[in-house]
């Protein structure tokens, strides 16, 4: 019989102890300066020991030793570890030690809070955690955490990040495989060619001295300039479900075949119902708009975390049943829904937020947090976030838009990328007429349109309370003083996409008394009011993640007892970060009408450009603050 093949994952095998080599790292005096500065909490020292047993099996140990020094560190010293039916803890422990490397306390496993896993919107989960809860007494401290966990699924292999976030500093860190299997282990090493990083060969990598970087202004994302190293096996297991990972067509085979088919299977009485809604319906589009309003209407979301690693989805007879579903069981069941009415959709894996966070091209592994469906069009895909009850059909602006996601298809998986809105897409009108009394008051009716990526922004307001929406007004507006909200009316067109906001208003004192003048800002309800922060040396590229446009248009009614003496001439701004352009015109002794239009694009852009960016952004401040005088006739 062959010899039992194993996978080694190694990264330095520690004793459990502390020993003599690391009394100074206890000590908070010898972290070296540079690591300290801007440093909330500093890793002395973080290796880990991956022990990959059989295909399906895996021993993960980790040693980390973490100086904090001040209350917002205290999230970065890693005290938690995560277990669930697949994974068992078998060592669990923590030393405090003060300034001076005596130690003060020590936690054994029985000391660690342990808690349900379970989201805020989940109605169960099996998945449960133990952290440490310690309250410090004094600053700075250092924590020596160890663990040790077994994993009975290898679809995780555990990645190398050598500096963990913002204002984390590292001293020490390293990694190393060892493959003495027959399946093949894939790496991938990203950005470590602007730090401090020591690549020893393909399978071997450490880290000393990396300072901390503090987050700047529009910055992109941590994780997009981070040093890390990822793994992966090309034959896995998923909780006694064997797969295959050369790429990402195996993957999205395995899923295919493994986790979707066998789930879609629907009542016949649901076939009948939706095959009878759509029996008028001549398009494709329209059948499927039918279904996914049938889907929102029925159901609900509700996070289940349950089979096989909490990628399988429910079946669909249990969602219809029960009415709810989470991500991947009401994706699944939309699925189902429109085979039946004969329209082509796709399960979609995607990393769902607010940041554009895409699929790695080049690097299949086990990636996602989301689920949605895709509908192929020749035009333009539709994308379908069912997990929303009140979304437009085929709106996904603001959390799984523009990213690669993967498509699960009979044939495997393909990378695809989702909706891009583009600038002009994500429009915003607001019309206004506006009245200044002679004491300076003003009243107006103003209403505000927004599409694209702005009606995610505004839409949901209108099932606020009225109290929470005059609120909302009076912080939308907060440059406006004494503001009164008086009337209130939304429109929702989901149809086309399209998010109406009427208000009326008044504010006391808007204007400013000056002798026999009124002084007066002409930008009532669009203003851009801060400017970017400054830096003597920026060190971070930036990005603009999301394009948008606004476009004003106010009538203002001055009192008939005022005349005009003076308004700002027109201004036009136009460069490679947008447009921005404003214009007052004399409709009559009484009447001006007040146009602007502003521009901001999509892009990424150097750090050396910031200062241009800044410059364009104050620039628009400058100008919308800028004031029209008038004078009494008296």
Not at 158 to 175: A, C, D, I, K, Q
Not at 588 to 596: A, E, I, T, V, W
């Amino acid at each position: 019989m062959p010899l039992k093949s194993y996978l080694i994952l190694f990264a330095i095998l520690v004793s459990p102890f502390v020993n003599a080599q690391d009394e100074d790292l206890l000590k908070s005096s010898t972290v070296p300066l540079q690591l300290r500065i801007k440093a909330n909490a500093v890793v002395r020292y973080d290796n880990t020991l991956i022990e990959v047993k059989a295909y399906n099996n895996f021993l993960y140990s980790n040693k980390r030793i973490v100086t904090v020094y001040n209350e917002n560190g205290i999230s970065d010293q890693g005290t938690v570890v995560g277990y669930d039916e697949n994974r068992k803890i078998k060592t669990l422990e923590a030393r405090i030690y003060d300034s001076n490397g005596e130690e003060i306390r020590k936690f054994k496993e029985k000391d660690f809070e342990d808690v349900s896993a379970v989201s805020d919107v989940s109605l169960y989960e099996d998945n449960r955690l133990k952290y440490l809860n310690y309250t410090p007494i004094n600053y700075p401290y250092t924590i020596v955490f160890e663990t040790e966990v077994e994993f009975r699924s290898t679809a995780f292999v555990p990645s190398w990040r050598p500096l963990r976030g913002f204002y984390v500093s590292t001293e020490n860190s390293e990694y190393k495989i060892i493959n003495n299997s027959d399946t093949q282990v894939k790496i991938k090493a990203i950005h470590l060619e602007d730090y401090a990083i020591e690549v020893h060969n393909d399978f071997h990598y450490s880290a000393k001295n990396l300072k901390s970087i503090k987050p700047e202004a529009y910055s992109p994302s941590f994780k997009s300039y981070a040093p890390k190293v990822r793994a992966a096996l090309v034959d896995f297991d998923m909780e006694g479900i064997k797969g295959l990972n050369n790429n990402w067509q195996d993957f999205g085979k395995w899923m295919h075949d493994e986790l979707l088919i066998g789930t879609e299977i629907i009542p016949d009485q649901v076939k009948e119902e939706v095959k009878a809604l759509t029996k008028d319906a001549t398009t494709d589009t329209e059948k499927a708009k039918i279904v996914y309003n049938y889907m929102q209407d029925k159901t609900r979301y509700i996070s289940v975390q349950v089979g096989i690693g909490g990628w399988k989805p429910m079946l669909a007879s249990d969602v219809e049943r029960l009415g709810y579903a989470d991500c991947k069981g009401l994706s699944n069941y939309t699925k189902a829904l429109l085979d039946e009415v004969g329209v082509e959709s796709y399960y979609a894996v995607i990393y769902g937020g607010h940041d554009i966070t895409s699929f790695d091209t080049e690097f299949s592994a086990t990636e996602g947090n989301h689920a949605v469906l895709c509908i192929p069009n020749e035009t333009k895909d539709i994308w379908l976030e069912c997990t929303s009850q009140t979304n437009p059909f085929g709106f996904i602006a603001g959390f799984t838009d523009d990213r690669d996601a993967l498509l699960i298809t009979p044939e495997g998986g393909k990378i695809i990328h989702t909706t891009a809105y583009a600038t002009e897409d994500n429009l915003q009108t607001t019309n206004a007429s506006v009245t200044i009394t002679d004491n300076g008051s003003i009243s107006a009716d103003v209403i505000i349109k927004t599409h694209g990526y702005q009606y995610g922004l505004h839409e949901g307001i209108q099932n606020k309370p009225l109290r929470d929406q005059e609120l909302y007004f009076k912080d939308y507006w907060d440059y406006i003083n004494n503001l009164s909200v008086e009337n209130i009316k939304f429109t929702n067109d989901k149809d086309a996409v399209v998010f109406t906001e009427n208000v009326t208003i008044k504010a006391t004192g808007f204007a400013t008394k000056s002798g026999n003048r009124l002084l007066f800002q002409p930008n009532v309800f669009n203003k851009v009011t801060r400017i970017p922060t400054r830096y003597k040396k920026r060190t971070l590229d930036f990005e603009i993640e999301r394009g948008y446009k606004d476009v004003d248009e106010f009538t203002i009614a001055i009192d008939p007892n005022f005349d005009i003496e003076a308004m700002p001439n027109t201004v036009e701004i136009s460069n490679k970060f947008g447009s921005y352009s404003f214009s007052i015109e004399k409709l009559s002794d009484d009447k001006l009408l007040y146009k602007r239009t502003q521009i901001l694009n999509k892009g990424f852009y150097s750090k050396e450009e910031y200062d241009d960016f800044r410059t364009f952004m104050s620039t628009m401040v400058k100008h919308d603050k800028s004031k029209i005088v008038l004078i009494s006739k008296t």
